[in-house]
């Protein structure tokens, strides 16, 4: 750990921030094994019924995403978060209950998957946009690295803790932790004492739809945005044609238990836990736009390995795990260094949209990406869905090959503001 971040834990309120952060990371990866797991062990869930779930919790991004944006460059920040994860640990906690009393079935899966996905929209607007309130601009760098590195460590251990709670009980239950992880985080941040400017608030003939367009224009407009929200939709259109169907293929034709598969998913969280350590290191040394190019090579090459994956049992799982840290390993510094790019160039008041309209687009990708990966499964198999997403990994990487990236060199964020 640098001086630096060692100096930002002294900071009580980001340090409040960052433990908040870390217990929602921890629900997240929780949730993430575990709500296809309730679908498939539970429900015995068929390859379409597993894309229609995935895209049911990232379908809010592209139906709200982008009011979610103008909402949240109009109110303070941190209330947001508060109710955001509020609401996923009563969403979540209606799992347990529903199949205690007997009636859970895929129609309630699918309706809390789409109302958390709607939280998860305004949390994750909410919380890149609040961060540059708490830090200056120098400390943007560190601080998501810091912020990253608690995200890995929940990669490391979350699917994990997943797969064994599954294993000793059932995975409705599971979702007890989430839910618990999701409301520790909510009441966290009550304690941050810094108080949040109240934005100022638009011109009355401004209208909504005028908000938005600002917010698309930037975006659209900067071609460093624009290249990494274009890579980022290919890459997680992709990335959700394999992972739509990525646990039912390790448990149906791999025969990995969920045991196994929580290490499996562990694996990425290595990657990440690397990622967050070397990226600071990275952009000292290479710069952002290599940096950012670098990641986005090394997280596709994470892609091949599920397809080319043979044997069953935990001889196919060592296979899935090696992918699984390619992808975290570059996920992570590609998180860390984009994200750190439009914190620092993007004005204040247009952070919130400016967010939004990358998840509108970029995460936008998922939901139509897992429609495809359950359609692609369910007629040509599964195997076949799983290399389709991985070349499609490889293209979104090689479109930044056509963006400015190579040649903006600046090694630190004040060197990025000023140019």
Known sequence: ??????????????????????????????????????????????????????????????????????????ARRRPVLFVSNMCRALLLVLIPIVSFIGILRMEWLYAIAFLTGVCTVFFDIAYQSYLPTLVNRERIVGTNSLLEGSRSAAQMAGPGLSGAIIQLVTAPVAMLVTSLSFFLSALSL???????????????????????????HLSFTDPLLFGVIRCSAIFNFSWN????IYVLYAISLLQISSGWLGLVYGGMGAGFFLGALLVHKAIRRFGMGPVIVGSAMIASCGGPFAPLATGTGGSAALVLMSGQFFFGLGMSMWSISTLSLRQTIVPTQLQGRVNATVRFVAWGA??????????????????????????????AAATLFFTPFLKRKEKTMKEFHSA
């Open 190 to 216: 009550c304690f941050i004492k810094k108080e949040e400017i109240v934005p100022v608030r638009p011109d009355r003939s401004r209208s909504l739809w005028q908000d938005i367009r600002e917010g698309l």
């Open 241 to 244: 044609v394999m992972f739509s």
């Open 1 to 74: 750990m640098s001086q630096k971040q060692e100096n930002m834990l002294r900071h009580k309120d980001f340090r409040t921030f960052w433990l908040s952060h870390t217990a929602t990371q921890f629900g997240t990866q929780v949730a993430l094994l575990g709500l296809p797991l309730v679908a498939s062990l539970t429900l015995a869930a068929t390859p379409l019924q597993m894309g229609v779930l995935g895209a049911l919790e990232y379908a809010p991004f592209l139906l709200i995403g982008l009011f979610a944006g103008v909402w949240v460059d109009r």
């Open 366 to 395: 998922y939901p139509l990406g897992s429609l495809a990966g359950g359609v692609i499964g369910d007629i040509f198999g599964m195997r076949i869905a799983l290399l389709a997403g991985s070349i499609g990994l490889i293209i």
